[in-house]
């Protein structure tokens, strides 16, 4: 990194006896970086929260970046909702939509992604799974 990267991390202790899918947190932390901090060429910083709901958990991770401008934005989202899949074959794979393919194929279609953003104030991907009993406390 270039810029001073300042970040948090916290998670509710009810959940560390549940297991996830490996690799889902990493990509989308890796995309605030490149796509949302990078870009500012000033300090950035990332927080992520994981919390429960219910029969579920919530990821929430969130930067200080650029944002997405709305246009691209409703791109994303759409192609997350209904063309995940596609995008993941071959050489197209894109980190965010191959998460949510691995979400969707794993849990189901009422789990996975979530994006909110502001030009200019930054983004939050909110990443929704179902609580699974078996961590090891390292999940």
Not at 31 to 42: E, F, K, M, V
Not at 88 to 103: A, F
Request: charged share 25%; no cysteine; proline share 4%.
């Amino acid at each position: 990194m270039r810029y001073p990267l300042t970040y948090e991390v916290t998670a509710e202790p009810e959940i560390v006896n549940h297991s996830i899918i490996k690799w889902i947190l990493q990509p989308i932390v890796e995309n605030a970086i490149i796509h949302g901090i990078d870009p500012l060429r000033s300090e950035g910083n990332i927080t992520i929260n994981a919390r429960s709901d219910k029969d579920r958990i919530l990821f929430s991770i969130t930067d200080n970046g650029v944002g997405i401008e709305p246009s691209k934005l409703s791109e994303i989202r759409e192609q997350l909702k209904y063309g995940s899949a596609t995008l993941t074959k071959y050489k197209n794979r894109v980190d965010l939509y191959n998460v949510q393919t691995r979400i969707l194929s794993h849990y189901g279609d009422e789990f996975g992604l979530s994006i909110e953003s502001t030009v200019n104030k930054g983004t939050s991907v909110t990443i929704t799974l179902p609580k699974e009993e078996g961590g090891n406390g390292n999940a």
